[in-house]
């Protein structure tokens, strides 16, 4: 990190430190409407419409989930059921972190404080963090900024809470959609991206590359 320090390091929540589960929610509620051999692609436009949902005006995440579910069920031609959208929801607060995620969050978090940004309502985050197991000094929402990632306006609310300029913060996630390339734009000073296969790597959005969380303490002299 040629002795780069961040003030604070900044995590995308969901997928990069909670193990988010949403695919396989989707596996488990709609085998009697999509084969198995359909269930990748449907996945695929599952997740691209969530994307979708967050790039407009703020709504509850109640309501991104519910509309993604709809939409996916439409393009696909298969019935749409109320309860699986809510399902779905009422879910993510239960989900906990990937195995590598606490022994060196904890390590890091002793020496530097720790900050979520999380496309998430208030309601469900703080149980997600809970499950963690590592001390965080702020956790911020899309709720709180009335915005999701990946608009800058989530990021820019995260710095302006912290006090802080871009530059003086490390930003982690396992996402270049929902972070990294809106992280480059703001000019984050480092940006780490954790590789766990949900989407390529983009070098050029990234200032590293490690396979899971055991390779951040490295990254910053711990």
Not at 96 to 125: F, M, W, Y
Request: hydrophobic share 35%; net charge negative.
């Amino acid at each position: 990190m040629s002795g780069f320090r961040p003030k604070y390091i900044t995590f995308d929540c969901y997928g990069t430190l909670t193990n988010f589960q949403m695919s396989p929610m989707a596996r488990k509620l709609f085998p009697d409407r999509v084969t198995p051999e359909q269930m990748d692609e449907f996945c695929d436009d599952f997740r691209g419409y969530r994307l979708d949902e967050v790039l407009g005006d703020w709504k509850p995440y109640r309501d991104v989930v519910r509309n993604s579910v709809a939409r996916t069920c439409k393009r696909w031609g298969v019935e749409f059921r109320e309860s699986d959208a809510e399902e779905i929801y009422a879910a993510v607060p239960t989900w906990g972190p990937h195995p590598d995620v606490t022994e060196p969050l904890s390590r890091v978090g002793k020496e530097i404080p720790l900050v979520i940004l999380s496309n998430a309502d208030n309601a469900q985050i703080h149980q997600n963090v809970e499950l963690l197991g590592a001390p965080f000094a702020h956790v911020f929402t899309a709720e709180d900024a009335n915005a999701y990632k990946p608009r800058l306006r989530a990021f820019e609310y995260m710095l302006d809470q912290l006090g802080v300029g871009p530059e003086d913060c490390m930003h982690v996630s396992s996402s270049f959609r929902y972070d990294q390339m809106s992280a480059y734009d703001l000019g984050i000073g480092a940006r780490v991206f954790v590789a766990r296969g949900h989407e390529p790597a983009l070098p050029h959005y990234a200032t590293h590359q490690i396979k899971d969380i055991g390779g951040l303490p490295a990254l910053v002299g711990l």
